[in-house]
């Protein structure tokens, strides 16, 4: 079974096409980076553009890489949502005229679902299991008692982990997306500026606007002295403190929920401070931790597919009367 995926929900147009829900036979993907970079930032009216420009080679070259043609294809899937309307519009359009014209199946795709699923493509996943999902929109703690289940445990109050970092980064004018950047300060760093945690006593939802006022609040009092605090330590202590909350509460979930694996998902998944302290945790709980590969953290089609495919499997077809949805709901789309 081939499943040729579409992934526009931001700013990487992407095509991939996936065997049997775990096989990347092939998987392009094209950021808009360096478009973005000079606004330090996503510009939508800019990404939904790209994304026009891109999305006709793209799907043709993830058929020539995968050596495979329309014809070879069993159904058609696109993320539907949540990201950016303009972008989504253009996976979704794309993905509804193929799907029409080739008479194929059309399966929609919850956005977060690919990235948990990215795991899917490089390992057996064993339920129960909870996922942390950490990304430049998201930060969630999620249950899923069996495939497809998703049930939100803990989530963020204010500001996504990826949102964290990228503001951060801007604030000590580092490049966009500021998130890798961090990662390399902190672990350069010979030595720390100490900052606040937000536990929020003992649920599983997560703060990082407080951290965030505290990193700006260093940097304010110490430019107005006309010092410059040296970024790597500003960078690690912010690093550190985001890291601990992350892995205490997702440590904690695993024990509490009995999962069986602790999954790790998103964009800031590919955080070198995050996989080794998670490595650690896990160790100590003698649970194993699933995390994607480098370049299946960030976002790209072969994750779309390998969430698709489970709804493949039940028979479970969107149909070609969707629409794309900037929100949208995990647990509904779920089982
Ligand atoms: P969502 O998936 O929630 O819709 P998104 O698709 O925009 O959001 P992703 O592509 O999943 O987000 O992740 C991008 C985010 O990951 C950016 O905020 C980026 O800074 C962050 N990121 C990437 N690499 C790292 C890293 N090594 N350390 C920390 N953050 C990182
Ligand atoms: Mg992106
Ligand atoms: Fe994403």
């Known amino acids: 079974v081939y499943l040729l995926a579409i992934e526009t929900s931001c700013d990487e147009t992407s095509a991939a096409v996936i065997e049997n829900g775990t096989t990347i036979r092939s998987n392009v993907v094209s950021s808009q980076i360096e478009?973005?970079?000079?606004?330090?930032g996503v510009v939508p009216e800019i990404a939904s553009?790209?994304?026009?420009?891109?999305?006709?080679w793209i799907l043709q070259e993830a058929l020539d890489q995968a050596g495979l043609t329309m014809e070879d294809m069993s159904a058609v899937a696109v993320t539907?949502?949540?990201g950016l309307v303009g972008s989504l519009l253009v996976g979704v359009i794309a993905a509804k005229s193929l799907a029409c014209s080739l008479e194929l199946p059309l399966i929609g795709v919850h956005h977060i679902a690919g990235h948990i699923y990215a795991n899917q493509l490089v390992h057996k996943l064993e339920y129960p299991l909870v996922s942390l999902v950490v990304s430049g929109g998201h930060t969630e703690l999620i249950y899923m008692e069996s495939e497809g289940s998703f049930r939100i445990i803990g989530q963020t109050r204010d500001d996504a982990a990826?949102?964290?970092?990228d503001k951060i980064a801007r604030a000590l004018k580092l490049p966009y997306p500021g998130g890798p950047h961090i990662d390399r300060l902190?672990?350069?760093?010979?030595?720390?500026?100490?900052?606040p945690r937000a536990w929020l006593e003992n649920s599983y939802d997560f703060s990082f606007s407080g951290l965030k006022s505290a990193v700006l609040n260093v940097l304010n009092q110490s430019r107005m002295r006309g010092e410059e605090p040296v970024a790597a330590h500003v960078a690690k202590g912010f690093q550190s403190s985001v890291v601990e909350v992350l892995v205490e509460k997702a440590g904690r979930a695993v024990k509490e929920y009995g999962a069986k694996q602790?999954?790790?998902?998103g964009g800031v998944a590919a955080?070198?401070?995050l996989r080794e302290a998670l490595t650690k945790r896990c160790e100590e709980l003698g649970v194993p931790l699933l995390m994607p590969p480098m370049d299946l953290c960030s976002d790209n089609a072969a994750m779309i597919g390998a969430a698709a495919f489970l709804k493949w499997n039940r028979g479970d077809i969107t149909g070609l009367d969707f629409k794309a949805e900037p929100v949208l709901s995990l647990e509904k789309w779920g089982y």
């Open 35 to 40: 478009t973005h970079r000079r606004f330090g």
């Open 49 to 56: 553009r790209q994304h026009v420009e891109t999305i006709t």
């Open 80 to 82: 539907q949502g949540p």
């Open 162 to 165: 990826g949102e964290a970092y």
């Open 186 to 195: 902190a672990q350069e760093a010979d030595g720390e500026i100490k900052m």
């Open 262 to 265: 602790l999954l790790l998902a």
């Open 271 to 273: 955080n070198r401070g």
